[in-house]
Protein backbone atom coordinates (compact mmCIF):
# COMPACT_ATOMS: atom_id res chain seq x y z
CA UNK A 1 0.00 0.00 0.00
CA UNK A 2 1.03 3.52 -1.07
CA UNK A 3 0.93 5.76 1.89
CA UNK A 4 -2.44 8.17 2.03
CA UNK A 5 -1.10 11.68 1.75
CA UNK A 6 -3.49 14.56 3.09
CA UNK A 7 -3.34 17.68 1.07
CA UNK A 8 -1.79 20.64 3.06
CA UNK A 9 -2.42 24.53 2.14
CA UNK A 10 0.18 26.34 0.57
CA UNK A 11 3.64 25.55 -1.46
CA UNK A 12 4.30 23.23 -4.14
CA UNK A 13 2.59 20.44 -3.54
CA UNK A 14 3.30 18.70 -6.87
CA UNK A 15 5.66 16.31 -4.72
CA UNK A 16 3.48 14.86 -2.45
CA UNK A 17 2.77 11.87 -4.73
CA UNK A 18 6.39 11.09 -4.85
CA UNK A 19 6.76 7.69 -3.15
CA UNK A 20 10.52 7.74 -1.86
CA UNK A 21 12.24 4.91 -4.12
CA UNK A 22 14.11 2.31 -1.78
CA UNK A 23 16.38 1.71 -4.86
CA UNK A 24 17.65 5.24 -4.84
CA UNK A 25 17.77 5.07 -0.56
CA UNK A 26 20.46 2.70 -0.06
CA UNK A 27 24.29 3.31 1.22
CA UNK A 28 25.47 3.00 -2.52
CA UNK A 29 24.17 4.01 -5.94
CA UNK A 30 22.54 1.38 -8.13
CA UNK A 31 23.83 0.31 -11.59
CA UNK A 32 21.83 2.81 -14.09
CA UNK A 33 23.20 0.91 -17.80
CA UNK A 34 21.74 -1.84 -19.12
CA UNK A 35 23.11 -3.16 -22.39
CA UNK A 36 19.43 -3.27 -24.53
CA UNK A 37 20.64 -4.56 -27.47
CA UNK A 38 22.27 -7.56 -26.24
CA UNK A 39 18.88 -8.66 -24.45
CA UNK A 40 16.16 -10.55 -25.21
CA UNK A 41 12.78 -9.62 -26.47
CA UNK A 42 10.27 -10.69 -29.08
CA UNK A 43 11.63 -12.01 -32.32
CA UNK A 44 10.18 -13.44 -35.00
CA UNK A 45 11.77 -13.76 -38.92
CA UNK A 46 14.25 -10.76 -38.41
CA UNK A 47 11.96 -8.18 -36.80
CA UNK A 48 12.49 -7.50 -33.02
CA UNK A 49 11.16 -5.81 -29.67
CA UNK A 50 13.08 -5.47 -26.98
CA UNK A 51 12.69 -3.52 -23.93
CA UNK A 52 13.74 -2.07 -20.99
CA UNK A 53 12.05 -1.27 -17.64
CA UNK A 54 11.77 -1.33 -14.21
CA UNK A 55 11.39 -5.29 -14.28
CA UNK A 56 15.14 -5.84 -16.26
CA UNK A 57 16.40 -2.43 -15.47
CA UNK A 58 15.25 -1.64 -11.65
CA UNK A 59 16.57 1.67 -11.10
CA UNK A 60 14.29 3.41 -13.94
CA UNK A 61 10.68 3.77 -12.59
CA UNK A 62 10.62 7.05 -14.58
CA UNK A 63 10.61 6.16 -18.40
CA UNK A 64 10.77 2.74 -20.22
CA UNK A 65 12.22 2.22 -23.21
CA UNK A 66 12.13 0.09 -26.87
CA UNK A 67 14.30 -1.09 -29.70
CA UNK A 68 12.29 -2.14 -32.40
CA UNK A 69 13.12 -3.39 -36.23
CA UNK A 70 11.01 -4.27 -38.71
CA UNK A 71 11.40 -5.92 -41.58
CA UNK A 72 10.04 -4.97 -45.26
CA UNK A 73 5.86 -5.85 -45.26
CA UNK A 74 5.55 -6.22 -41.09
CA UNK A 75 3.59 -3.96 -39.04
CA UNK A 76 3.29 -4.02 -35.27
CA UNK A 77 -0.36 -4.43 -35.13
CA UNK A 78 -2.85 -1.56 -34.00
CA UNK A 79 -2.79 -1.45 -30.46
CA UNK A 80 -2.56 1.00 -28.03
CA UNK A 81 -1.03 1.94 -24.03
CA UNK A 82 -2.96 2.56 -21.43
CA UNK A 83 -0.67 3.65 -19.43
CA UNK A 84 1.94 5.67 -21.15
CA UNK A 85 2.37 7.96 -23.94
CA UNK A 86 5.05 7.35 -26.87
CA UNK A 87 7.87 8.91 -28.18
CA UNK A 88 9.73 7.61 -30.67
CA UNK A 89 13.22 8.53 -32.77
CA UNK A 90 14.09 6.93 -36.53
CA UNK A 91 17.46 5.39 -36.14
CA UNK A 92 17.20 4.22 -40.05
CA UNK A 93 14.58 2.74 -42.59
CA UNK A 94 11.10 4.46 -43.27
CA UNK A 95 7.95 3.77 -41.05
CA UNK A 96 4.44 4.64 -41.75
CA UNK A 97 1.98 5.50 -38.51
CA UNK A 98 -1.93 5.74 -38.53
CA UNK A 99 -2.97 7.29 -35.29
CA UNK A 100 -6.83 7.63 -34.09
CA UNK A 101 -7.32 10.00 -31.21
CA UNK A 102 -10.23 10.01 -29.02
CA UNK A 103 -11.83 12.84 -31.33
CA UNK A 104 -12.34 10.31 -34.24
CA UNK A 105 -9.05 12.43 -35.96
CA UNK A 106 -7.57 10.06 -38.13
CA UNK A 107 -3.62 10.79 -39.51
CA UNK A 108 -1.45 8.72 -41.37
CA UNK A 109 2.43 10.03 -41.32
CA UNK A 110 5.35 8.45 -42.93
CA UNK A 111 9.10 8.98 -41.17
CA UNK A 112 12.58 9.21 -42.22
CA UNK A 113 15.49 8.96 -39.60
CA UNK A 114 16.15 11.53 -37.55
CA UNK A 115 12.38 12.10 -37.42
CA UNK A 116 10.49 11.75 -34.63
CA UNK A 117 6.67 11.14 -33.74
CA UNK A 118 4.82 11.28 -30.13
CA UNK A 119 1.37 9.55 -29.04
CA UNK A 120 -0.27 10.31 -26.23
CA UNK A 121 -1.45 7.93 -23.93
CA UNK A 122 -4.45 5.44 -25.06
CA UNK A 123 -4.36 6.75 -28.86
CA UNK A 124 -4.86 3.64 -30.65
CA UNK A 125 -1.79 3.36 -33.55
CA UNK A 126 0.31 0.85 -35.78
CA UNK A 127 3.82 1.12 -37.21
CA UNK A 128 5.01 -0.56 -39.94
CA UNK A 129 8.29 -0.72 -42.30
CA UNK A 130 7.96 1.35 -45.43
CA UNK A 131 9.79 0.48 -48.50
CA UNK A 132 11.93 -2.36 -49.21
CA UNK A 133 14.20 -1.89 -46.55
CA UNK A 134 13.90 -3.13 -42.47
CA UNK A 135 13.34 -0.04 -40.31
CA UNK A 136 14.96 0.81 -36.78
CA UNK A 137 13.64 2.81 -33.49
CA UNK A 138 13.99 3.53 -30.72
CA UNK A 139 10.23 3.99 -28.46
CA UNK A 140 10.76 6.03 -25.00
CA UNK A 141 7.63 5.70 -22.64
CA UNK A 142 6.70 8.15 -19.71
CA UNK A 143 6.08 5.22 -17.47
CA UNK A 144 8.90 3.01 -16.46
CA UNK A 145 6.48 0.34 -15.54
CA UNK A 146 5.07 0.15 -18.87
CA UNK A 147 5.86 -2.79 -20.37
CA UNK A 148 6.18 -3.47 -24.56
CA UNK A 149 4.39 -6.87 -24.05
CA UNK A 150 1.66 -5.92 -22.32
CA UNK A 151 0.20 -3.32 -24.95
CA UNK A 152 -3.59 -3.94 -25.66
CA UNK A 153 -3.46 -5.14 -29.23
CA UNK A 154 -6.40 -5.46 -31.67
CA UNK A 155 -5.90 -9.09 -32.62
CA UNK A 156 -5.70 -9.99 -28.52
CA UNK A 157 -9.00 -8.31 -28.05
CA UNK A 158 -11.02 -9.18 -31.14
CA UNK A 159 -10.23 -12.77 -30.19
CA UNK A 160 -11.34 -12.48 -26.73
CA UNK A 161 -14.51 -11.24 -27.37
CA UNK A 162 -17.56 -13.47 -28.16
CA UNK A 163 -17.93 -13.79 -31.93
CA UNK A 164 -21.70 -12.71 -31.23
CA UNK A 165 -20.89 -9.37 -29.33
CA UNK A 166 -18.07 -8.11 -31.68
CA UNK A 167 -20.57 -8.87 -34.74
CA UNK A 168 -23.32 -6.64 -32.70
CA UNK A 169 -20.30 -4.30 -31.49
CA UNK A 170 -19.53 -3.90 -35.46
CA UNK A 171 -22.95 -4.20 -36.48
CA UNK A 172 -21.90 -6.91 -39.46
CA UNK A 173 -22.76 -10.56 -39.70
CA UNK A 174 -20.94 -13.21 -37.79
CA UNK A 175 -19.70 -14.64 -41.22
CA UNK A 176 -17.99 -11.00 -41.80
CA UNK A 177 -15.64 -11.94 -38.94
CA UNK A 178 -14.81 -15.95 -40.02
CA UNK A 179 -11.25 -16.20 -40.41
CA UNK A 180 -9.83 -13.79 -37.46
CA UNK A 181 -6.34 -14.86 -35.76
CA UNK A 182 -7.10 -16.50 -32.59
CA UNK A 183 -4.89 -14.19 -30.16
CA UNK A 184 -2.21 -11.90 -30.53
CA UNK A 185 -0.42 -11.31 -33.62
CA UNK A 186 2.02 -8.72 -32.68
CA UNK A 187 4.12 -8.53 -35.98
CA UNK A 188 1.21 -8.47 -38.55
CA UNK A 189 2.45 -9.95 -42.00
CA UNK A 190 1.26 -8.06 -45.37
CA UNK A 191 2.16 -6.78 -48.44
CA UNK A 192 4.72 -3.83 -49.02
CA UNK A 193 2.86 -0.71 -48.34
CA UNK A 194 1.20 1.75 -50.40
CA UNK A 195 2.91 5.13 -51.09
CA UNK A 196 1.05 7.62 -51.18
CA UNK A 197 -0.82 6.07 -48.22
CA UNK A 198 -4.41 4.93 -48.71
CA UNK A 199 -7.18 7.18 -46.93
CA UNK A 200 -9.11 6.10 -44.25
CA UNK A 201 -12.04 3.96 -44.74
CA UNK A 202 -14.22 6.33 -42.89
CA UNK A 203 -12.39 9.42 -45.34
CA UNK A 204 -10.30 12.43 -44.23
CA UNK A 205 -10.38 13.46 -40.95
CA UNK A 206 -7.38 14.95 -39.97
CA UNK A 207 -6.00 16.16 -36.51
CA UNK A 208 -4.93 19.58 -35.69
CA UNK A 209 -2.29 18.62 -34.26
CA UNK A 210 0.73 16.78 -36.18
CA UNK A 211 1.97 13.95 -33.81
CA UNK A 212 5.07 14.04 -36.03
CA UNK A 213 8.95 16.13 -35.44
CA UNK A 214 11.91 16.03 -38.30
CA UNK A 215 14.10 16.26 -35.08
CA UNK A 216 17.10 16.27 -36.92
CA UNK A 217 16.22 17.97 -40.36
CA UNK A 218 16.60 21.15 -37.83
CA UNK A 219 19.28 23.21 -37.42
CA UNK A 220 21.70 21.73 -34.73
CA UNK A 221 22.67 24.52 -31.58
CA UNK A 222 26.69 24.49 -31.85
CA UNK A 223 29.11 24.32 -29.28
CA UNK A 224 32.75 23.63 -28.92
CA UNK A 225 33.44 20.05 -28.97
CA UNK A 226 29.63 19.29 -30.21
CA UNK A 227 25.67 20.00 -31.14
CA UNK A 228 22.50 19.55 -30.14
CA UNK A 229 19.07 18.88 -31.67
CA UNK A 230 16.38 19.33 -28.76
CA UNK A 231 12.32 19.58 -29.11
CA UNK A 232 10.11 19.59 -26.61
CA UNK A 233 6.39 21.00 -26.36
CA UNK A 234 6.87 24.57 -27.36
CA UNK A 235 8.31 23.53 -30.60
CA UNK A 236 5.98 20.14 -30.93
CA UNK A 237 2.63 20.90 -29.08
CA UNK A 238 1.26 17.46 -28.75
CA UNK A 239 4.20 16.11 -27.09
CA UNK A 240 2.74 17.08 -23.96
CA UNK A 241 4.47 14.98 -21.28
CA UNK A 242 8.46 14.32 -23.78
CA UNK A 243 11.25 16.19 -24.27
CA UNK A 244 13.87 14.53 -26.78
CA UNK A 245 17.30 15.52 -26.96
CA UNK A 246 20.49 14.46 -29.76
CA UNK A 247 24.10 15.10 -28.81
CA UNK A 248 26.50 14.85 -31.20
CA UNK A 249 29.37 14.94 -29.10
CA UNK A 250 33.45 14.93 -31.09
CA UNK A 251 35.91 12.90 -29.40
CA UNK A 252 36.50 14.53 -26.13
CA UNK A 253 33.99 16.79 -25.34
CA UNK A 254 31.71 16.33 -22.73
CA UNK A 255 27.83 17.50 -21.70
CA UNK A 256 28.96 19.71 -18.85
CA UNK A 257 27.49 18.59 -15.17
CA UNK A 258 24.16 19.67 -14.69
CA UNK A 259 20.89 18.44 -12.88
CA UNK A 260 17.02 18.25 -14.25
CA UNK A 261 14.60 19.65 -11.79
CA UNK A 262 11.99 18.56 -13.45
CA UNK A 263 12.50 15.42 -15.15
CA UNK A 264 14.02 11.89 -15.40
CA UNK A 265 16.40 11.09 -18.45
CA UNK A 266 17.15 7.81 -20.41
CA UNK A 267 19.65 7.54 -22.69
CA UNK A 268 19.88 5.52 -25.83
CA UNK A 269 23.63 5.25 -27.65
CA UNK A 270 23.65 5.29 -30.97
CA UNK A 271 26.87 5.48 -31.91
CA UNK A 272 30.38 6.02 -29.87
CA UNK A 273 31.58 5.45 -26.49
CA UNK A 274 30.62 7.61 -23.36
CA UNK A 275 31.33 7.88 -19.84
CA UNK A 276 28.57 8.98 -18.00
CA UNK A 277 28.80 9.98 -14.18
CA UNK A 278 26.08 9.63 -11.52
CA UNK A 279 25.75 12.27 -8.23
CA UNK A 280 23.44 11.14 -5.61
CA UNK A 281 23.42 13.04 -2.62
CA UNK A 282 25.03 11.77 0.48
CA UNK A 283 28.99 11.65 -0.67
CA UNK A 284 27.29 8.87 -3.74
CA UNK A 285 28.74 9.05 -6.94
CA UNK A 286 29.05 6.70 -9.78
CA UNK A 287 30.00 5.82 -13.27
CA UNK A 288 28.99 3.75 -16.37
CA UNK A 289 30.56 3.51 -19.82
CA UNK A 290 27.99 2.85 -22.49
CA UNK A 291 29.03 1.53 -26.09
CA UNK A 292 26.11 1.48 -29.03
CA UNK A 293 22.84 -0.31 -28.16
CA UNK A 294 23.15 0.35 -24.42
CA UNK A 295 20.96 2.83 -21.87
CA UNK A 296 21.57 4.98 -19.46
CA UNK A 297 18.73 6.19 -16.77
CA UNK A 298 19.35 9.71 -14.81
CA UNK A 299 17.06 10.21 -11.81
CA UNK A 300 14.72 13.01 -11.69
CA UNK A 301 17.01 15.88 -9.92
CA UNK A 302 20.37 13.56 -9.90
CA UNK A 303 23.81 15.59 -10.79
CA UNK A 304 25.44 13.95 -14.04
CA UNK A 305 27.35 14.18 -17.40
CA UNK A 306 28.04 13.05 -20.79
CA UNK A 307 31.61 12.49 -21.82
CA UNK A 308 32.89 10.78 -25.09
CA UNK A 309 35.74 8.47 -24.25
CA UNK A 310 35.82 7.53 -27.82
CA UNK A 311 38.44 8.28 -30.94
CA UNK A 312 35.22 9.49 -33.13
CA UNK A 313 32.31 11.62 -33.00
CA UNK A 314 29.26 10.10 -31.15
CA UNK A 315 25.42 10.70 -31.18
CA UNK A 316 23.38 10.08 -28.33
CA UNK A 317 19.43 10.09 -27.82
CA UNK A 318 18.09 11.29 -24.72
CA UNK A 319 14.36 10.67 -23.45
CA UNK A 320 13.08 13.31 -20.52
CA UNK A 321 9.92 12.52 -19.04
CA UNK A 322 8.04 16.29 -19.03
CA UNK A 323 7.07 18.26 -22.16
CA UNK A 324 9.20 21.42 -20.62
CA UNK A 325 12.87 21.43 -21.22
CA UNK A 326 14.50 22.35 -17.74
CA UNK A 327 18.14 22.07 -16.69
CA UNK A 328 20.57 24.00 -14.45
CA UNK A 329 24.49 23.72 -15.44
CA UNK A 330 26.97 23.95 -12.89
CA UNK A 331 29.12 26.18 -14.72
CA UNK A 332 25.95 27.87 -14.88
CA UNK A 333 25.17 27.84 -11.23
CA UNK A 334 28.50 28.63 -10.42
CA UNK A 335 28.61 32.04 -12.58
CA UNK A 336 25.36 32.97 -11.11
CA UNK A 337 27.00 33.61 -7.58
CA UNK A 338 29.00 36.58 -6.11
CA UNK A 339 32.89 35.78 -5.97
CA UNK A 340 32.51 36.62 -2.23
CA UNK A 341 29.65 33.67 -1.81
CA UNK A 342 32.41 31.36 -3.75
CA UNK A 343 35.12 31.27 -1.80
CA UNK A 344 33.24 31.20 1.82
CA UNK A 345 31.23 27.98 -0.09
CA UNK A 346 34.13 26.41 -1.33
CA UNK A 347 37.12 27.81 0.48
CA UNK A 348 39.17 29.01 -2.42
CA UNK A 349 40.86 32.11 -2.87
CA UNK A 350 40.04 34.97 -4.82
CA UNK A 351 42.29 34.43 -7.55
CA UNK A 352 41.27 31.39 -7.66
CA UNK A 353 37.98 32.20 -7.69
CA UNK A 354 38.28 34.61 -10.38
CA UNK A 355 39.54 31.90 -12.92
CA UNK A 356 35.97 30.08 -12.25
CA UNK A 357 32.99 29.97 -15.24
CA UNK A 358 31.64 33.34 -15.59
CA UNK A 359 29.05 31.98 -18.16
CA UNK A 360 26.93 29.28 -18.54
CA UNK A 361 29.29 25.94 -20.64
CA UNK A 362 26.92 23.36 -22.19
CA UNK A 363 29.25 21.42 -24.18
CA UNK A 364 32.94 21.74 -24.59
CA UNK A 365 36.00 20.37 -25.76
CA UNK A 366 37.56 20.90 -22.81
CA UNK A 367 39.97 23.46 -24.13
CA UNK A 368 40.80 26.14 -21.69
CA UNK A 369 38.56 29.71 -22.80
CA UNK A 370 39.30 31.64 -19.65
CA UNK A 371 41.27 34.69 -20.39
Request: one cysteine or more; hydrophobic letters at 35%; charged letters at 20%.
Amino acid sequence: MFPIIEDRPGGDTSYFNNVPQAILAQAELPVFKFELEKSAGKEEDGSYGKEANVSNFPISTGLAGVSMKLQPGIMRELHWHADAAEWAFVVSGRVRTTLVDPAGHSETSDFAPGDVWYFPRGHGHQLEALGNEPCHFILIFDNGYFSEFGTFSITDWMAQVPVATLAKSLRVEEDVLRGLPTGEVYFAKGPIPPEPAAAPMSGPNTTTLTHRFPLMSQQPTEFPGGREWLVDSSRFPISRTMTGLVFELDAGAIRTLHWHPNASEWQYVIGGQYRVTLFGAKGRYREEVLNPGDVGYIPQGYGHSIENIGSETGRILLGLNAGTFQKIDLAEWIAGQPADVLETNLGLPADQIAKLPREDIFITDGEDEQN
